[in-house]
């Protein structure tokens, strides 16, 4: 990517009164969920075992204005030290986006836990608090078409001073948190051009998404790496609204850069500036050049 590129701002939008860029940092390929084998958590685990690796990324997001990371700050360890490392290193602040696992469970001892983690988030400096999308379904009635006790969350989150969210994979959550006007400020919805991971077709959660009262934040568009940040990212900026974002992680630095520049491809509606894959004979048809 050109230097150019690196120093422009990135399209933002705002949730919850907060500026936000369109992209996201993901942290699967930082905290090692690779959706595909254990040894490829392995291979994650074993790279990012330190701060000072994911740090590197981070960093190369930051001083292109992808200001903003979405992971599981309570599970990771060295995500936080990684951000502190990364702020240092370009004099710009990140907005985290926390995903805590909390304790669900409809008693007085478990909604204690619940608040105290919650408080936790906002002692590891979390912006916006969005628990875990196994934890939020847990309170899905489709029946009733509501989550049950849900306010209760959300006001722990707003005491705490943070900005509450859900975290979905059921595209019902941002459905029934609209329809009974439930205090969140965005959603995170999986949405990929392979329908990697969707419970319904691409074409009803691409409704649903447009449709949403608040912006969403769509998290896996390379489907895990099942298909190119080229083919993802352009479907999927292509397939929301202005005011939504795409959250894409990546393995080290040189992949965020490059994501990056994938990422300005698709909103400016042009071709990528990235050079070619290797390839044992660089032809005209892999160079994509005229002969």
């Not at 710009?92 to 919650?118: F, G, T, V």
């Not at 077709?201 to 896996?220: M, Q, W």
């Amino acid at each position: 990517m050109t230097q150019s590129k690196m120093q422009k701002q990135f399209p933002r939008t705002t949730v919850g009164g907060i500026s936000l860029p369109r992209m996201i940092i993901g942290c699967n390929w930082i905290s090692g969920f690779s959706h595909k084998s254990a040894a490829g958590d392995t291979l994650i685990r074993r790279t990012h075992s330190c701060p000072e690796s994911a740090a590197d990324i981070l960093s190369t997001f930051l001083e292109a204005g992808v200001d903003a990371m979405l992971g599981l700050f309570g599970v990771d360890g060295n995500l936080r030290e990684a951000v502190n490392l990364a702020e240092e290193r370009t004099n710009r602040k990140m907005i985290i986006m926390d995903e805590p696992i909390i304790n669900m469970d409809d008693s007085p001892m478990a909604r204690h836990e619940a608040e105290l983690e919650i408080k936790a988030c906002a002692q590891r400096g979390a912006t916006f608090c969005l628990p875990l999308h196994s934890c939020v379904e847990q309170l899905v009635n489709k029946n009733t078409e509501t989550m049950d006790r849900l306010p209760d969350y959300l006001s722990m989150i707003r005491d705490a001073g943070m900005i509450p969210g859900l975290s979905a994979h059921m595209p019902e959550v941002i459905q029934y948190a609209d329809k009974n006007g439930y205090d969140v400020e965005t959603y995170i919805q999986i949405f990929n051009c392979m329908g990697f991971l969707m419970q319904v077709e691409i074409e009803s959660v691409a409704k649903i998404i447009h449709a949403a009262k608040k912006p969403v934040l769509t998290i896996k568009p390379c489907a895990a790496g099942r298909t190119t940040p080229y083919v993802g990212l352009n479907f999927s900026f292509n397939a929301i609204r202005p005011q939504d974002m795409v959250c894409i992680g990546c393995f080290n630095a040189n992949e965020a850069s490059e994501d990056i520049e994938y990422a300005y491809a698709a909103i400016e509606r042009r071709l990528p500036d990235v050079s070619s894959r290797n390839s044992p004979l660089q032809t005209s048809v892999v160079k994509g050049t005229a002969v």
